[in-house]
């Protein structure tokens, strides 16, 4: 009877054994996909608000991309049973059942540069971006705000006039990003992508330079082979895609101050109500010198900022101690009589990034910086927003991955 009992013990400890083994894998992943997730977040926005620092003090930025995250579990256990079996006294029965899980993670960082961090950071705004955003429901006032480098006339660069002196560029741009919020609350508003006329490049190719491998090459540089009669082939590229802004004004008034501002002289359509309806075609200004002379008055140039000059911009609404700016670690702005300009006051209702001395309560994100520590508050909802469309514009600028050395790290504990 004894051996039977312990026989019996020993099956239960291995089955036991066995059960703990089946579920460890849902247990593990139910808890760390999610606390892995939550790392990544987090790790990216504080990159994020660190890069914008550094330009607030005028250094270079770096971007380290997250190039994979594998995790390795080791699970091991154990069982024993044992027993005392002395003559002419009772038996005993010992059983014994132990385990340990461990975690051995290991991360993959690249740095972004060469042709990757051209097209991400240094490269301007994709048009294809903006109207992507723009009907995903974003407030069309704060996107302008931030991708919008220049349209018409108006730049988007914070300059205030004196008393008594008319309107300045960026007032003038405040403006007209009010009057399209209004309409976009209206339901008036809309952006509409169109595709550029293609551009001839060589007009007469020979057929036997046509091939498989030539086709696939001028598809993937973005060109397409016409056939043409006789069997020639006519190389042309897609040209510049441009926005056509359809907008419903409450008013001729309120369409002819747009107008104004734009200097712009769409046509219009008449609409119930007295609103007037008018549709603009935005023309990249690299291409307005071609494109902007076919139809005057219908043509509006706009430039977008490129990502470096979207951080340089929310940049300017970061708060710094006084000592740094006695020291000189951050730019004085001016105005033409000499006098010092807060820029911080005409963005901050866009982006407002606090500093303070010790790490701060109730932070949505923070990074810690020459001896503070800059954040941006959690009750702060209007920051959120725009921080979070900063992400969202770095996100879709490019899809390649990271180029450059990669550093593996293995991380124990």
Same mark, same amino acid.
């Given at each position: 009877?004894?051996?039977?009992?312990?026989?019996?013990?020993?099956?239960?400890?291995?089955?036991?054994?066995?059960?703990?083994?089946?579920?460890?894998?849902?247990?593990?992943?139910?808890?760390?996909?999610? =606390?892995?997730?939550?790392?990544?977040?987090?790790?990216?926005?504080? =990159?994020?608000?660190?890069?914008?620092?550094?330009?607030?003090?005028?250094?270079?930025?770096?971007?380290?991309?997250?190039?994979?995250?594998?995790?390795?579990?080791?699970?091991?256990?154990?069982?024993?049973?044992?027993?005392?079996?002395? #003559?002419?006294?009772?038996?005993?029965?010992?059983?014994?059942?132990?385990?340990?899980?461990?975690?051995?993670?290991?991360?993959?960082?690249?740095?972004?540069? +060469?042709?990757?961090?051209?097209?991400?950071?240094?490269? #301007?705004?994709?048009?294809?971006?903006?109207?992507?955003?723009?009907? +995903?429901?974003?407030?069309?006032?704060?996107?302008?705000?931030?991708?919008?480098?220049?349209?018409?006339?108006?730049?988007?660069?914070?300059?205030?006039?004196?008393?008594? #002196?008319?309107?300045?560029?960026?007032?003038?741009?405040?403006?007209?990003?009010?009057?399209?919020?209004?309409?976009?609350?209206?339901?008036?508003?809309?952006?509409?992508?169109?595709?550029?006329?293609?551009?001839?490049?060589?007009?007469?190719?020979?057929?036997?330079?046509?091939?498989?491998?030539?086709?696939?090459?001028?598809?993937?540089?973005?060109?397409?082979?016409?056939?043409?009669?006789?069997?020639?082939?006519?190389? =042309?590229?897609?040209?510049?895609?441009?926005?056509?802004?359809?907008?419903?004004?409450?008013?001729?008034?309120?369409?002819?101050? %747009?107008?104004?501002?734009?200097?712009?002289?769409?046509?219009?359509?008449?609409?119930?109500?007295?609103?007037?309806?008018?549709?603009?075609?935005?023309?990249?200004?690299?291409?307005?010198?071609?494109?902007?002379?076919? #139809?005057?008055?219908?043509?509006?140039?706009?430039?977008?900022?490129?990502?470096?000059?979207?951080?340089?911009?929310? %940049?300017?609404?970061?708060?710094?101690?006084?000592?740094?700016?006695?020291?000189?670690?951050?730019?004085?702005?001016?105005?033409?009589?000499?006098?010092?300009?807060?820029?911080?006051?005409?963005?901050?209702?866009?982006?407002?990034?606090?500093?303070? @001395?010790?790490?701060?309560?109730?932070?949505?994100?923070?990074?810690?910086?020459?001896?503070?520590?800059?954040?941006?508050?959690?009750?702060?909802?209007?920051?959120?927003? @725009?921080?979070?469309?900063?992400?969202?514009?770095?996100?879709?600028?490019?899809?390649?991955?990271?180029?450059?050395?990669?550093?593996?790290?293995?991380?124990?504990?």
């Amino acid at each position: 009877m004894t051996v039977a009992r312990l026989a019996t013990g020993l099956i239960v400890a291995a089955a036991a054994v066995a059960l703990a083994g089946c579920s460890i894998g849902p247990t593990v992943l139910q808890s760390n996909r999610a =606390q892995y997730n939550m790392a990544v977040q987090r790790s990216a926005s504080e =990159q994020l608000l660190l890069n914008m620092v550094r330009l607030k003090y005028r250094e270079p930025t770096l971007f380290l991309q997250i190039g994979s995250i594998s995790s390795h579990f080791n699970y091991t256990a154990n069982a024993s049973v044992g027993g005392t079996f002395p #003559e002419g006294g009772p038996d005993t029965a010992t059983a014994g059942l132990g385990g340990s899980v461990s975690e051995q993670p290991t991360l993959t960082y690249a740095p972004l540069e +060469g042709k990757a961090f051209a097209n991400r950071i240094l490269t #301007e705004t994709d048009m294809g971006t903006f109207t992507l955003l723009v009907r +995903g429901g974003w407030q069309v006032d704060a996107l302008m705000r931030l991708v919008v480098e220049r349209i018409g006339p108006m730049r988007n660069w914070p300059t205030v006039s004196g008393p008594g #002196e008319p309107p300045t560029a960026y007032e003038r741009f405040l403006e007209l990003v009010t009057i399209w919020r209004e309409r976009q609350r209206a339901g008036d508003l809309r952006f509409i992508r169109r595709s550029g006329e293609p551009v001839v490049v060589a007009a007469d190719v020979a057929a036997e330079d046509v091939d498989l491998d030539a086709v696939m090459a001028a598809d993937a540089a973005g060109y397409r082979l016409e056939p043409q009669d006789g069997g020639r082939y006519r190389l =042309q590229k897609g040209g510049t895609a441009s926005l056509v802004v359809e907008v419903a004004y409450a008013s001729a008034e309120q369409a002819d101050r %747009a107008d104004e501002l734009l200097a712009a002289e769409p046509e219009r359509t008449p609409l119930p109500r007295g609103r007037v309806l008018e549709r603009i075609e935005l023309v990249p200004t690299h291409e307005w010198s071609v494109a902007g002379a076919g #139809e005057p008055g219908r043509r509006v140039p706009i430039q977008l900022r490129s990502y470096s000059d979207l951080l340089y911009y929310v %940049a300017q609404g970061i708060d710094v101690p006084e000592g740094h700016v006695a020291d000189g670690l951050t730019k004085i702005y001016r105005d033409p009589q000499g006098e010092p300009i807060d820029r911080r006051t005409l963005t901050r209702d866009l982006l407002d990034v606090r500093c303070a @001395a010790l790490p701060p309560a109730g932070a949505f994100v923070a990074v810690p910086y020459r001896g503070q520590w800059f954040y941006i508050a959690d009750s702060d909802t209007a920051s959120k927003d @725009a921080f979070t469309l900063l992400s969202i514009v770095f996100a879709l600028q490019s899809d390649e991955k990271p180029a450059g050395p990669v550093l593996t790290l293995p991380v124990s504990g």
